[in-house]
């Protein structure tokens, strides 16, 4: 999902709603983040935004090719429930500051683990 960051390293925001068909409020809202966060151009930039963005692209990076695309991937993001995270979804955790759990749990599903 490196189409998303621009040579600067910085995510575009816009770029990414526009990719998953949301408006700038929906992905705020994805990735636990204030809508005033995404609509202000200097706040987009800032570190804490730039990274919920980034941690969310990557766990969607991560599962797009056996989730079957992005949208699809996005659909698991936000809606399936991880029972071995308590039964929250990846959005959750993500919204959470939570990643990292998330990250750990593909690792393990990716090293054949069982889900």
Do not use: C, N
């Amino acid at each position: 999902m490196t189409h998303f960051i621009d040579k600067g390293g910085i995510v575009d925001v816009e770029r990414v709603a526009d990719a998953f068909r949301m408006t700038k409020g929906q992905l705020a809202e994805t990735a636990g983040l204030g809508t005033a966060t995404i609509s202000k151009s200097e706040r987009r930039s800032a570190p804490r935004t730039q990274a919920r963005v980034r941690e969310m692209l990557e766990i969607l990076s991560r599962i797009r090719e056996w989730a079957g695309g992005e949208t699809q991937a996005m659909a698991w993001y936000r809606a399936q429930p991880i029972p071995a995270l308590d039964g929250r979804t990846a959005e959750a955790l993500v919204k959470a500051g939570e990643a990292g759990a998330v990250r750990d749990y593909l690792d393990h599903l990716a090293l054949g683990g069982f889900a």
